[in-house]
């Protein structure tokens, strides 16, 4: 596929020769900013925005031509619904939408006006952000393995090669396009999380993650101190991961990259990652009906790397380390059973009660390495457990964590972000679930709250930094398309990280 650029211009709407000029419009409104073509049209914008066709609700889409009337070919109208509705997401899905329809039309190119950021209770930078993301995440699809000339051809034919991104008289520009500047790096690097997630396991390895590990390394000058290969981990002494890794034929890796920026008095974050490139469930293997979606079990492991492509390209201030623990989990003759007792990084044992709870099992050796690094905080993504997706649905991700004022940033900057979270508790009550008779811990709760079971597993690996666990397991993917997303991983976990990185506060001290 070739890429969407992104352009950015200042230029009246009315005076616009776009392809298609595209406008967002509240249910029985007509934008400030289409006021002018709308004169220029004798009134036409006016009369389509509330007509039988188009009355400017949620996500509805209306295009006519404008017959030579407007130097603009066509004029696009997409609703937002009632204003008195508006959330900010749904300008990001409206932006995706409007892309979507425009390269489904095989349209070349969409113009998109930028609406008045007051209109929106917004500011130009946030409006002209969310509608770049929105639109680079509306139009990414996932068709890598076709062969057949005459589907290829008719995906070429629907590829949307530009979009723009307008701002008119009034609108702060430098803002504007400071906006679109942040937009298109975070839709860029969240699709190519999404490439790294829908890749299947036969063709994206925990080896080959580590070499898109090394290749964003080299591109962004990264420390790059990953241990790969099973004679390495295992002398590293990752006993957690070898002991997932133990079924597969596939070497393990941990990826470790470091991004600095440059300033030693900078807060240092550790992102870590799940990486299972596929969960058949081990010796406690899965049901064989939905297996195929557990190539999405590497999910928390894209993001890292996504996160670390965007804060390169944002040149974030902050000090990055970027950990990501990549295994199979299979089933053999050498596999590790229910039963075993594996000894970790840290030193600490777990007693392995149910081979398919492995993402807690590597991810112990993922955060004892992040804490042994002293970082002023610890932020983990996970596809860990099914029960989150019973509690929270793919809407919200589970939000576990030991520090209330970075379960706090965290939770806003997925209001903000539109990658959502929402709070499980973290009682000490909880702890109960996770003890064992024989070692430290046991990897399997007590048949309840099983996504605070697997957090209480993790906590124990973190050594009392401040951390928030992200239970994705819900978000990571969808079965099914929404708008604005195509079926299969949705990169989350790019953009919720690297809002909290840019907003970052100094953690308030807690009494431990
Ligand atoms: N990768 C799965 C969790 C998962 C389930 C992700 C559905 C996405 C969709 C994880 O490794 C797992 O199998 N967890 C078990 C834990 C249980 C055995 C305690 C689960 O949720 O059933
Ligand atoms: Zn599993
Ligand atoms: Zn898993």
Same mark, same amino acid.
């Given at each position: !596929? ?12 009315? $005076? ?8 967002? =419009? ?17 009134? #036409? ?48 899905? &409206? ?5 979507? /329809? ?41 068709? #890598? ?54 890749? %299947? ?40 991961? !070898? ?20 300033? $030693? ?21 899965? %049901?064989?009906?939905? !297996?195929?979606?557990? $190539?999405?079990?590497?999910?928390? &492991? ?74 002023? &905080? ?9 029960? =989150? ?10 939000? !576990? ?25 973290? /009682?000490?009550? /909880?702890? #109960? ?49 929404? %708008? ?29």
């Amino acid at each position: !596929m070739t890429e969407t650029k992104v352009h950015f211009r200042k230029e009246e709407p009315e $005076k616009s020769e776009a392809e298609t000029l595209a406008f967002f =419009v509240f249910e029985g409104e007509v934008p400030g900013a289409a006021r002018g073509i709308d004169a220029k049209l004798g009134g #036409e914008v006016k009369k389509h925005a509330d007509s039988d066709k188009f009355k400017g609700k949620g996500l509805e889409v209306f295009v006519h031509h404008t017959l030579g009337k407007s130097s603009a070919k066509r004029v696009m109208l997409i609703g937002l619904g009632k204003k008195e509705e508006f959330f900010f997401d749904q300008l990001r899905r &409206a932006a995706a939408i409007g892309a979507i /329809y425009a390269r489904d039309s095989t349209f070349k190119s969409a113009v998109f006006v930028l609406p008045n950021p007051s209109e929106l209770k917004s500011d130009a930078r946030s409006v002209a952000r969310g509608i770049v993301e929105g639109a680079l995440l509306g139009v990414y699809r996932y068709a #890598e393995f076709k062969t057949e000339q005459k589907e290829i051809d008719e995906l070429k034919e629907k590829e949307l090669k530009e979009i723009t991104i307008i701002a008119s008289n009034g609108i702060n520009e430098k803002e504007a396009e400071e906006g679109k500047r942040i937009g298109e790096i975070l839709g860029r690097s969240a699709n190519y999380t999404r490439d790294l997630a829908n890749a %299947p396991s036969n063709i994206l390895t925990p080896r080959g993650l580590a070499e898109k590990a090394a290749e964003l390394a080299k591109m962004h000058g990264l420390k790059n101190s990953s241990i790969v290969g099973k004679e390495a981990c295992k002398k590293a002494g990752f006993g957690a991961l !070898m002991a997932v890794n133990s079924g597969s034929d596939q070497d393990p890796a941990m990826i470790v990259l470091e991004y600095s920026c440059g300033k $030693k008095d900078a807060p240092t974050i550790a992102v870590v990652g799940k990486g299972i490139n596929f969960d058949s469930g081990g010796i406690s293997i899965k %049901p064989s009906k939905g !297996m195929e979606l557990m $190539k999405h079990d590497k999910s928390g &492991a894209s993001a890292v790397l996504g996160i670390m492509d965007a804060a390169s390209h944002l040149k974030l201030d902050v000090n990055l380390i970027g950990i990501a623990a990549c295994t199979e989990n299979m089933p053999s003759g050498s596999a590790y059973k229910p039963g075993d007792v594996v000894k970790t990084y840290s030193g600490k044992t777990i007693e392995i009660l149910n081979t398919d709870a492995e993402g807690r099992v590597i991810l112990s050796d993922a955060l004892a390495l992040a804490a042994s690094k002293k970082p002023d &905080a610890i932020i983990d993504m996970a596809t860990l457990t099914g029960a =989150v997706v019973i509690a929270l649905g793919s809407i919200v991700s589970g939000e !576990m964590g030991n520090n209330k004022d970075l379960l706090k940033q965290i939770f806003e900057a997925g209001e903000k972000s539109g990658e959502r979270t929402w709070e499980l508790p973290m /009682y000490a009550d /909880y702890n #109960e679930h996770v003890k064992s008779t024989i070692a430290d811990v046991k990897n399997v709760g007590i048949g309840e709250a099983g996504p605070i079971s697997g957090a209480k597993l993790l906590e124990k690996f973190i050594e009392k930094v401040p951390w928030v666990h992200l239970d994705i397991a819900g978000t990571a993917y969808y079965e099914k398309e929404k %708008p604005g997303f195509c079926l299969g991983a949705t990169g989350y976990g790019v953009r919720i990280v690297i809002q909290t990185l840019m907003d970052w506060k100094e953690l308030k001290k807690e009494k431990k």
